[in-house]
């Protein structure tokens, strides 16, 4: 923290730098445990410092085979078996760094050559030895033969090594740069989410030096993913997609350019037609003309058809999509499966089964540990959060948007910066933490071109206003932003957007609408958003009741006490203290499964129950330690009007002042 390379964004803290640098006090340490040695090993441990893992025949090249056993025995040394290789590691690598640190210039320089002298001798026959040797090589000297590094580059963009790749490109002359140089190293850009302009550059030059449409789709595939990530806006990714249709000439790539174009409509602002395109998609992946395509296409059909509230397809889909994609041998595509669960899961959570689909995402992170998936890794964090926040527990959901937030921002994945941003200013908000959530909010642009989940991006300004007690302006910024998704097509946004206009004291605006979406959209949340709706506009206590069991046997526990405690509200003002207990019960056994939740709903239900919506709302501003003409310019009334209310719930709720009024409503001032 004092050098600066430990670093806090608000939420998480992060190292800046690659690795923390070795100490003194450390080196000193780690020195003292190498001498014990003997001063005969310290070439074979040189060695492995700079080439490991070092293979056994190797090692006994440069030292007998009884010193080997003498390091093994000591541990400084671990042996493995990999297939008929013996392969010998340090047994930490900070004997490594250690041990590189203290090796002189002309001496490192003659075991780098050395060891690519003895690895070429052999033949270079194994898929990884033509990365060794040239890594050694520019390690060595700090210059490859070109062919060799484009060669070597590839290996390492296969085994998903894109630092290396990187690395050795850099090296490349300008002047030898060809199709593959440009592909392998924008599409590393691109996975580790650097310049994004400089991927572009690169992908574009990639796809004038295709030697043929094959070449040049591929190369279209990775630019399409670099600007569909950091670009502000999607029209040039479909600008690059309709140009080439019009000049390819194959059959199978303008089929390719087809799925292209339906994943890029389907997920920013045309699902539906998105959805048309992808109906060309083959089922079996070993039939597809690409990989890359088909992967990219797979889970964006997951995706789109839980959009537009076709979950049980969308469910059907991607449960195959991840079997299929299991079977392509990991080098061959360009997303991991765990990408495919990462949709699986977010079409859970539109359908109601979040159990589910919290299950399916810990599948996609015990899948992604396996490998090296950056932007595979902070989708599989976005669809967690989601999943959190529609179960109501805000705080988990809090804490995986700031993760998202975190991993975003550096790579400049702009769309899923400004969801995880909304998301993370709304669990903020509900938490009653209105400053973390205003400061967030200053990331997200007046207009975000978002595409995916329109009208979520709205969530975060809407809960501020909510948690301020500006419940008819959290209701205005909501109505906008579920019209947003209506036109585009999003239902399930749309549905999420008017529930909790609903929750806000709506619910007689937005009931009709979210009954009528529940008729068209598969799975269970759809019909519980709908009856709580209902139930809260009818202000029924039974109907909120069984609106509260339903919406607890989806998993939507926040949406569950909400309904309870606003069905106990109900039964006091009947008189019936027996039931409004039950339900006051019911509510707290639900909430508790939301901690540190606090929303209108649950703070006014029991304590306000005998106020009028408007005498609602006005405490709750009031709550907040907004003034009475604050809160008369806000709602366009007289500051006598506002008084009057006020004194209205005071008398109502047995208390004289506004300190006192916070205290009962569950508020802060």
Not at 60 to 88: I, K, M
Not at 323 to 348: C, D, F, V, W
Not at 438 to 452: A, H, K, Q, Y
Request: glycine residues 6%; charged residues 20%; contains cysteine.
């Amino acid at each position: 923290m004092a050098a600066g390379t430990m670093v806090s964004d608000g939420e998480i803290w992060q190292l800046t730098a690659d690795a923390l640098q070795t100490t003194p006090k450390l080196t000193e340490l780690i020195n003292s445990r190498l001498e014990m040695a003997p001063l005969s090993s310290r070439p074979v441990l040189e060695l492995m410092a700079l080439c490991e893992p070092l293979a056994l025949a190797d090692a006994r090249q440069v030292v007998n085979l009884d010193l080997l056993s003498e390091l093994e025995e000591s541990g400084l040394v671990n042996v493995t078996a990999e297939r008929r290789r013996t392969l010998l590691h340090l047994t930490h690598p900070l004997y490594g760094e250690v041990l590189r640190a203290a090796i002189p210039e002309l001496r490192r320089r003659q075991l780098l050559l050395g060891q690519a002298k003895r690895t070429r001798n052999y033949g270079a026959r194994r898929r990884d030895d033509a990365l060794h040797i040239v890594s050694w090589s520019m390690a060595a000297t700090g210059t490859a033969d070109p062919a060799q590094l484009i060669q070597a580059a590839t290996v390492a963009r296969h085994a998903n090594d894109f630092e290396q790749v990187i690395t050795l490109l850099r090296a490349l002359p300008e002047e030898e740069h060809t199709y593959t140089s440009s592909l392998v190293h924008g599409d590393a850009l691109v996975q580790l989410g650097r310049h994004s302009q400089l991927a572009d550059t690169l992908l574009a030059e990639a796809e004038t030096r295709a030697p043929g449409d094959a070449e040049r789709v591929t190369a279209i595939m990775a630019r399409v993913l670099n600007l569909w990530h950091t670009a502000e806006h999607i029209d040039e990714a479909l600008r690059v997609v309709e140009n080439a249709r019009h000049e390819v000439t194959g059959s199978i790539e303008k089929h390719l350019l087809t799925l292209l174009e339906g994943s890029l409509r389907g997920m920013f602002g045309e699902p539906v037609r998105g959805l048309d395109l992808l109906e060309e998609l083959e089922a079996d992946p070993q039939k597809a003309a690409d990989l890359d395509t088909w992967t990219l296409a797979a889970l964006c059909k997951t995706a789109i058809s839980g959009c537009v509230g076709r979950t049980d397809e969308a469910i059907a889909w991607g449960e195959q999509a991840y079997s299929s994609h299991l079977r392509i041998k990991s080098q061959e595509a360009g997303h991991p499966p765990a990408a495919q669960l990462n949709m699986l899961t977010l079409a859970l959570a539109d359908a109601g089964r979040l159990a589910l689909g919290r299950e399916t995402s810990e599948r996609a992170f015990g899948d992604l540990t396996a490998v090296d998936a950056p932007i595979a890794w902070v989708y599989a964090a976005f669809a967690r959060g989601r999943v959190e926040w529609l179960a109501g527990n805000v705080a988990a959901a809090r804490r995986w948007f700031a993760e998202v937030a975190g991993q975003a921002r550096p790579r400049h994945y702009l769309r899923l910066l400004f969801h995880a941003c909304a998301g993370l200013a709304a669990s903020a908000a509900a938490l009653g933490d209105l400053e973390a959530a205003s400061t967030v909010l200053r990331e997200i642009p007046p207009n975000p071109s978002v595409g995916f989940y329109v009208g979520e991006e709205s969530l975060g300004h809407a809960w501020l206003l909510a948690a301020q007690g500006r419940l008819t302006e959290a209701q205005a910024e909501l109505t906008k932003a579920a019209a947003r998704a209506r036109e585009t097509g999003y239902i399930s946004s749309e549905a999420l957007l008017l529930t909790d206009i609903a929750r806000f004291g709506g619910a007689k605006d937005v009931a009709d609408r979210l009954a009528e979406i529940s008729r068209t959209c598969d799975g269970l949340f759809a019909p519980a958003r709908a009856h709580l709706a209902a139930a809260l506009a009818s202000d029924d206590p039974n109907l909120l009741q069984a609106s509260a069991d339903q919406l607890h046997n989806v998993g939507a526990y926040l949406l569950a006490a909400e309904a309870a405690t606003a069905s106990a509200a109900a039964w006091r003002r009947t008189g019936n203290s027996r039931r409004a207990t039950a339900a006051s019960n019911q509510a707290q056994i639900y909430a508790a499964r939301c901690p540190g939740a606090s929303t209108p709903l649950l703070a006014a239900g029991e304590s306000a129950h005998a106020l009028t919506r408007r005498e609602r709302e006005i405490a709750l501003l009031a709550a907040t330690g907004t003034a009475s003409r604050d809160i008369a310019n806000a709602l366009h009334l007289s500051v006598r009007t506002v008084d009057n209310h006020l004194q209205h719930a005071y008398t109502k709720l047995g208390v004289t002042t506004r300190r006192e009024l916070a205290n009962i409503l569950g508020q802060h001032h």
